[in-house]
């Protein structure tokens, strides 16, 4: 009778065992990128498989995941499912997803694979390997997801042309370029451990039981489904980060510099997604403020208050971030309201029942510095005086989102840094950009930054019109806009029969 | 009777993607192309790498292969992520009901002395050569062009994860679960003559730059010659000898060599059309690859078969690529 | 203490797998979302493969867990009869 195997031994001998002491080439030629960040391995046996997933586990039960999605992308295409959202409006949510968060899957995939090869530790090159096949499987369920909405609704259709170019879309890109340009243990802790831990929880967890709240078969589907392989993502953070602090105690300071830059990095990417809780979804599930509490204050904090056991404490500029939860969404979406003439998707004043939603759930602040200038712009736009705002917006240098952001003790300044790097002055929007810029200036002078573009006459021209239309590709007037008396409302209206 | 369903307001306002009507025209477009085409980021990159400062986030200049549009490679098997873990999921099923059955029944009892010790050492000690597949096909997704190309390689590199642990399994199997036969063959990998030449070549694949290069050595000409000198002739002989229940075990790496085989012939053939100089390229690496290949597995090939084993082989391979407009 | 948790896809699959947790672990705090079903607890939150076992009535492993999984959060230890979150603080 053959001895049993538990699962950690069989994994131990179907995979760890695979590698092999070098006797004809220098091993570290194979694997070079492991040392020029600092960190300090001595041991990758030391590694813990976060999940012992063979390959044909991972085959059978991935299948049954795609088989059980595609069958509902098939009803939903069938049914017309799209006419059953809560509101066309909500189908702008999905255009900033398809054009801001999908490519970034993209991203992952890449870099996932970039040091799903380059680590020399047969166990975490595996674990990262499977994060990359499942990344490409998220991006490609999105776009089969959104297919049908680009079908029906206006501003999806060239959402990979868009990214590479549009001005918002150059935050969420420069963000997944920065870490692939980093080293394969930064990279670690950028995604693998800051974002997939704490911060995509935020994106896939409330943004997608929103969905689900306003109709979205097609979406909450991908998203839960993608969420099942982010639980497997989400632990291989973890053990990365308990990996590099267990190796070496000089691997301390670097991974907690890393940690505060990216939690930084995550937190002001996220901006475009508090917009999206708070103004985007007609049917509310919660705020962007109960989100953050519950996903990042409780969960985030359960997580540093476990890790203080290597001397890692809370990311830098914690105090700034809890602060914000208050006013991102505010200010990110008043921007977009203003700016909704160089946006890819259709933006609106909140309804009155909504405007009361947001006093509500933001009682401290809404009302105080928020509520007043919805209230004018509705007088605006009785009038017939629908307000857009002509120039470009100066951009951060490290984050490239637009000066919106204020001081958190004082909502009615608009916060402003700047740093002077070899003669050149360098402008940011906030204290933790502005830190992250000078502990690295050579790579932040680097950024391809939307605005400086197009006024050094690489995005076409002359005027802003022909830069959106025609480098960017938008079709004015149709994809942007206000929401009212767009294509998108009038094909609704038609569709459901209501003049 | 025809019955008239009023469907006028609900016509599509587009077919598909803006980039896929540009490839394809202005119709519906399958999964396949949408989950693929221009998907990848091409233009205005951030910052350029740390670990590479010389080069561009994506950047083609990481081959010397040349290619017009790196989106020609078409898997003809239209495999995106879905339609590749269903179909691999269905090989694995197959798989598990024959690896079941194989040790409920204790087939490996009938198994003499003398295969299993054939199997030890000529067949475990592959899932080493497996894992550096893995590797040279991760390099490729992570450094190439083109999602055609870099989704197919990623599978083409899971595939192989995969194969490296059927190939445990086996050992598994042979030894009750004591994984003394994986120890063995361990040893053989790292010190026995007739494995050194393939140990030496694996290492020197897994520090060569050029990702195209690496994926012409290891997919086409070292798996090419390895699959026929393993799953094909050394399968005929086992068969032959009374080890006939062994092909339960390996039938998977059987199937998956043909449908590999479908993509890289596809691949060969796209890059060898793109132009002469392509063409000339190829063949320079190929033959230098194939020199390798044969030197590092003749001595294998001869104790495990006989002294025409890698003849044979080779034919197989020049065959391959003539097939694919190369050496002609 | 910290609280972990573990959110699963609200389907009939995950009313046993609930189920099962409830029995494990009385003093779970079960919150019903849209499309979700998140089970809370102080410190530490067991799934034994056996119990789910027996409230679907079948053969059940605890790989399959990951069907359903929507997120969880704690330090995860898996083996061949449960999982287990724990945070150590």
Same mark, same amino acid.
């Given at each position: 009778m053959a001895k049993k195997l538990n699962i950690k031994e069989k994994y131990r001998l179907l995979t760890r065992d695979l590698d092999w002491e070098f +006797?004809?080439?220098?091993r570290k030629k194979a #694997?070079?990128?492991?040392e020029f960040e600092g960190i300090k391995i001595?041991? @990758? +046996?030391?590694w813990e498989d976060p999940f012992r997933l063979t390959m044909d586990s991972y085959w059978k039960y991935q299948a049954e995941k795609e088989k059980k999605l595609y069958a509902i992308f098939d009803a939903f295409q069938q049914n017309n499912?799209?006419?059953?959202? +809560?509101? /066309?409006?909500?189908v702008n949510a999905l255009k900033v997803f398809l054009t801001g968060v999908s490519p970034l899957e993209y991203q992952a995939y890449q870099g996932f694979a970039h040091v799903g090869r380059q680590f020399g530790g047969v166990g975490a090159r595996v674990a990262c390997q499977m994060q990359a096949i499942d990344e490409l499987r998220h991006v490609q369920t999105q776009i089969h997801a959104m297919s049908h909405y680009n079908k029906y609704f206006d501003?999806?259709?060239?959402f990979s042309h868009m990214h590479d170019r549009v001005w918002y879309l150059s935050v969420p890109k420069s963000f997944f370029n920065d870490a692939r340009a980093a080293g394969p243990f930064e990279f670690m802790i950028a995604i693998g451990f800051s974002f997939e831990y704490v911060l995509t929880n935020l994106l896939f967890v409330p943004f997608m039981s929103g969905a689900a709240h306003n109709g979205d078969m097609a979406t909450v589907t991908f998203g839960f489904s993608a969420q099942s392989d982010e639980a497997r993502h989400m632990t291989l953070g973890l053990e990365v980060i308990k990996f590099l602090l267990e190796q070496h105690e000089d691997n301390v300071p670097i991974v907690q510099k890393w940690i505060d830059k990216w939690f930084w990095r995550g937190t002001r990417l996220l901006t475009i997604v508090a917009m999206m809780m708070d103004? $985007? %979804?007609?049917?509310?599930?919660? !705020?962007w403020k109960e989100a953050w509490e519950v996903y990042f204050e409780e969960a985030g904090g359960a997580l540093f208050k476990d890790l203080a056991r290597y001397g890692i404490r809370m990311p830098k500029y914690s105090d700034v971030i809890e602060k914000e939860k208050e006013h991102l969404s505010h200010q990110a979406w008043w921007t977009f309201y203003t700016h909704g003439h160089a946006a890819g998707f259709h933006t609106w004043i909140p309804t009155d029942e909504e405007l009361d939603w947001l006093s509500e759930k933001y009682p401290d602040t809404f009302d105080k510095y928020y509520r007043p200038r919805w209230e004018l712009a509705k007088e605006l736009e009785a009038k017939g005086e629908r307000f857009y705002t002509s120039g470009l917006p100066q951009l951060c240098?490290?984050?490239?989102? /637009? $000066?919106? #952001?204020?001081?958190m003790d004082n909502p009615g300044e608009i916060c402003y840094r700047d740093h002077v790097h070899e003669g050149e002055r360098y402008h940011f929007c906030s204290d933790g950009c502005h830190d992250i810029f000078v502990d690295e200036p050579e790579k932040y002078v680097q950024a391809w930054l939307p605005v400086h573009q197009i006024l050094q006459g690489n995005?076409?021209?002359?005027?802003v019109e022909e830069v959106l239309s025609?480098?960017?590709?938008m079709n004015l007037g149709v994809d942007n806009m206000?929401?009212?008396? !767009?294509p998108d409302e009038k094909r609704w209206k038609q569709w459901k029969g209501v003049a | 009777m025809s019955i008239e369903i009023k469907t006028a307001t609900l016509e599509?306002?587009?077919?598909?993607f803006a980039h896929i009507e540009r490839r394809f025209g202005d119709k519906p477009a399958t999964r396949y192309q949408e989950a693929t085409y221009d998907v990848a980021s091409e233009t205005n990159f951030h910052y350029r790498p740390? @670990?590479?400062?010389?080069?561009? %986030?994506?950047?083609? !200049?990481?081959?010397r292969l040349v290619m017009?549009? @790196?989106?020609? #490679?078409?898997?003809p098997r239209q495999f995106y992520y879905g339609t590749y873990v269903q179909s691999r999921a269905k090989m694995q099923e197959a798989a598990e009901s024959s690896y079941a059955f194989f040790e409920k029944r204790d087939l490996?009892?009938?198994? !003499?002395d003398d295969h299993k010790t054939q199997l030890i050492r000529?067949?475990? /000690?592959l899932r080493h050569v497996e894992q550096t597949a893995n590797l040279n096909n991760v390099y490729g997704t992570g450094q190439g062009m083109g999602t055609a190309l870099t989704q197919a390689m990623l599978y083409n590199g899971m595939d192989r994860l995969g194969i490296a642990q059927y190939l445990s399994r086996i050992g598994l199997i042979l030894d009750g679960n004591t994984a003394e036969s994986l120890a063995q063959a361990k040893q053989l990998w790292m010190d026995a003559d007739i494995w050194q030449g393939l140990r030496a070549l694996c290492e020197e694949m897994l520090v060569t730059e050029d990702w195209f290069e690496v994926v012409v050595a290891q997919d086409m000409v070292l798996d090419t010659l390895v699959y026929d000198l393993v799953y094909s002739q050394l399968d005929a002989q086992l068969a032959d000898s009374?080890?006939?229940?062994v092909a339960m075990l390996t039938e998977f790496m059987q199937d998956w060599w043909k449908d590999n085989q479908r993509w890289g012939d596809a691949v060969l053939k796209t890059a060898t059309a793109e132009s002469a100089d392509n063409k000339a390229l190829l063949e320079q690496w190929l033959t230098l690859w194939r020199g390798k290949a044969a030197e590092a597995l003749a001595p294998l090939a001869t104790e495990m078969l006989d002294e025409q084993a890698l003849e044979r082989a080779l034919a197989v391979l020049d065959k391959r690529l003539n097939k694919a407009g190369l050496f002609r | 203490m910290s609280k972990v948790y573990i959110a699963l896809q609200d389907n009939d699959e995950s009313r046993y797998i609930v189920e099962a947790i409830e029995q494990d672990n009385p003093d779970v705090t079960i919150i019903h979302m849209p499309a979700m079903v998140r089970v809370e607890a102080e410190g530490k939150l067991v799934v034994k493969r056996e119990t789910v076992e027996e409230t679907m009535g079948r053969d059940w492993d605890?790989?399959?867990?990951?069907?359903?999984?929507i997120t969880l959060g704690g330090n995860v230890d898996e083996d061949d009869d449960c999982l287990t979150l724990e945070w150590n603080s």
């Open positions: +006797s004809y080439q220098d #694997f070079p990128y492991e001595t041991d @990758w +046996s030391k499912g799209h006419l059953n959202v +809560s509101d /066309p409006r909500y501003g999806l259709q060239e103004y $985007m %979804l007609p049917n509310k599930v919660m !705020s240098q490290t984050c490239q989102i /637009p $000066m919106l #952001f204020t001081e995005c076409g021209g002359p005027g025609e480098y960017y590709r206000d929401m009212k008396g !767009s | 599509p306002v587009r077919n598909t740390l @670990w590479q400062p010389d080069k561009l %986030l994506q950047d083609a !200049s990481r081959t017009a549009d @790196w989106y020609a #490679f078409r898997d490996a009892r009938l198994l !003499s000529y067949l475990l /000690p009374g080890a006939q229940d | 605890i790989q399959e867990l990951h069907l359903n999984l």
